[in-house]
């Protein structure tokens, strides 16, 4: 079983940076792929950003291109999110999730575990 902590949420204006974490832990957790979601109210969970267990191959969603950087060492228990130039469209709940598989996937179906998420709330 893998648990999943996520951390650094909170309350920015347009324009600041905020950094989430997700911390692992379980057995044998390192050889993972994990990757980071997030929910608007009322709209569906979509991806962000993902990684591979080694750290060296990350996805991103078009929103997050150029903006965000994902980022873990290699067989890591712990992942990060750096958010930049944030906007009031990024309010959301974003959910850290990890897969028994190592590769770095942008399905949220292909992941087995989820932590409970953190707000982020960008004001204007």
């Known amino acids: 079983q893998v648990q999943l902590v996520e951390s650094g949420g909170g309350l920015v204006q347009a324009g600041d940076s905020l950094t989430l974490s997700c911390a692992a832990s379980g057995d ?28 060296t191959v990350t996805y991103y969603s078009d929103s997050a ?16 999110l750096l958010m930049n130039t944030l906007k009031p469209e990024d309010t959301a709940v974003y959910y850290c999730a990890a897969r028994k598989r190592p590769a770095a996937v942008t399905s949220p179906s292909a992941y087995e575990y989820w932590g409970q998420g953190t707000q982020v709330t960008v004001s204007s």
């Open 28 to 55: 044998t957790f390192g050889d993972n792929g994990m990757g980071w979601f997030r929910q608007a109210p009322g709209k569906e969970r979509e991806f962000v950003a993902c990684v591979d267990w080694s750290g």
């Open 65 to 80: 291109k150029g903006r965000f950087t994902i980022s873990r060492v290699k067989s890591g228990t712990t992942m990060s």
